[in-house]
């Protein structure tokens, strides 16, 4: 019984691992952090967003781990 316990928490850490890395676009990031376009964008150039990655000559996306810890990471009311 343990081993196969073992073997799910393996499982479970990949697919949690797997999903924090997934590429997503800026209408999702729009979607999580309540923010738009411009605030993205400007706040990615001051530093206080994650910057995201190119894709291609015109796209951008972001790691949806990394927009998970800086909504995790803001004050609440």
């Known amino acids: 019984m343990e081993k196969a316990k073992s073997k799910r928490t393996i499982e479970t850490e990949l697919a949690f691992q ?15 952090t309540g923010l738009k376009k411009s605030s993205i964008y ?30 995790a990471s803001r004050p609440t009311a």
């Not at 997934?22 to 990031?29: F, S």
């Not at 706040?43 to 949806?64: C, I």
Request: positive net charge; proline residues 2%; charged residues 40%.
């Open 18 to 32: 797997l999903m924090r890395s997934r590429l997503i676009r800026r209408k999702e990031v729009e979607k999580y």
């Open 42 to 71: 400007q706040k990615a150039k001051d530093g206080t967003f994650p910057a995201g990655v190119k894709v291609s000559e015109r796209a951008r996306a972001w790691r949806l781990g990394d927009v998970l810890d800086w909504t």
